[in-house]
């Protein structure tokens, strides 16, 4: 495929060689041209406007639906953050004391606290140590007993860049009867996950990552069979039956996953979002998952022949648009002060330089952030 016309949609490539997608991606030109188009319209309209703009939030959660192969639209909910769809289920489960949930240890921050939060209900966080580069199914197995309620699990590790196999994960979870949370922000975009094929009883994604929208809007699914099972947290106006009788208290929620949607929508953060899913529908997911693959691949050979040290799982199904790398001689901070001053953008996690390219990148972006340092 030729990425040309792709990588012309993004303005950032005309100043930095941009490689990390895995912190706060750059804006593509249609989503720019969204979040204008909004704000043209709200300046020249106001509410006038808002049923046009409501449409395109509609057309949006349809988009998600079929990223992510939703049963229905309604399945998917719009979220602030990914914190907010994790809060969803650990707020929201039907906890006993003496449950647990059982997490990796290398989970990013937000998808450990919202589990210790849970203490005060008497709810036991049993967490996973990584062995090396990657988490071992055998160990999630292990960690597992009779009380274990919840399993959650980043798609890919922010870290390390491990890519977890969501077909087996889901499958234990099936055969224990555990509730399969999946914190999908580092995978979605790049690698499918299909919600129909995998068991996932519930995900969440902000869009600011390889989503490649704004911060502040991305997406929620909650598998139909839960959505009474789970209590709702953030009610408001929007999340019953008639959000639109003001005048009438009516306390009948949604009957889907629309009733975690309970104040005003963030409706030029979802507009721009839209335009990038589109941009990513449209090159097909699979086809940015082989590219940024091809990418990573190149990186890590690269890397090597130079002396540095991949952390990062290159097995074939582990692989990742994440590569955790060490120096031969240079600290990770020295590194990301050298790029930065040479117009790369690369970054640092857990001691380790962390370098994460998307499909409109290039190998001799690569090439310069090697050459950088």
């Known amino acids: 495929m030729d990425w040309s016309a792709f990588r012309a949609q993004f303005p950032v490539a005309n100043t930095w060689a941009f490689l990390d997608h895995a912190a706060v991606a750059p804006l593509p030109a249609p989503a720019v041209a969204a979040l204008h188009d909004y704000a043209r319209s709200l300046a020249a309209n106001g509410i006038t406007a808002y049923r046009e703009w409501f449409h395109r939030l509609t057309h949006v959660r349809g988009l998600a639906a079929r990223l992510i192969n939703a049963p229905h639209a309604d399945d998917v909910y719009f979220v602030p953050n990914t914190t907010h769809g994790i809060g969803v289920v650990a707020e929201g489960f039907p906890w006993k004391p003496g449950d647990n949930v059982v997490l990796a240890a290398e989970e990013y921050p937000s998808n450990q606290y919202p589990w210790m939060n849970l203490a005060h209900r008497g709810v036991e966080v049993r967490i996973v140590p990584s062995r090396g580069n990657r988490i071992a199914i055998d160990d999630v197995r292990a960690a597992m007993n009779d009380r274990t309620r919840v399993l959650t699990v980043s798609a890919v590790e922010f870290a ?23 914190d999908a922000i580092q995978a979605l975009g790049v690698f499918p996950i299909d919600v129909q094929r995998t068991p996932i009883d519930a995900l969440a994604a902000d869009g600011h990552k390889w989503l490649l929208g704004p911060e502040g809007a991305g997406i929620g699914f909650v598998r139909r069979e839960w959505v009474e099972r789970l209590h709702p947290i953030g009610v408001g106006a929007n999340s019953v039956v008639n959000p639109w009788a003001f005048t009438t208290i009516d306390f009948r929620l949604k009957p889907h996953a629309g009733r975690w949607e309970g104040g005003a929508y963030n409706m030029p953060g979802i507009t721009a979002f839209g335009a990038s899913l589109e941009l990513l529908l449209n090159a097909g997911t699979e086809n940015v998952q082989r590219r940024v693959i091809e990418l990573t691949d190149y990186l ?55 370098v994460s390219p998307h499909a409109y990148n290039t190998e001799g972006e690569l090439d310069r952030f090697l050459a950088a340092v």
Do not use: M, Y
């Open 160 to 182: 390390s860049g491990f890519r977890q196999d969501l077909d087996a994960l889901g499958a234990l979870c099936r055969e224990r009867d555990v509730f399969f949370f999946v």
């Open 300 to 354: 890590c050979d690269r890397a090597t022949a130079l002396g540095w040290t991949v952390f990062s799982s290159r097995e074939e199904n582990e692989k990742s648009g994440i590569v955790s790398l060490t120096h031969p001689t240079l600290p990770s901070d020295e590194v990301l002060s050298r790029c930065r001053a040479a117009g790369i953008a690369v970054n640092s996690r857990a001691g380790r330089v962390r």
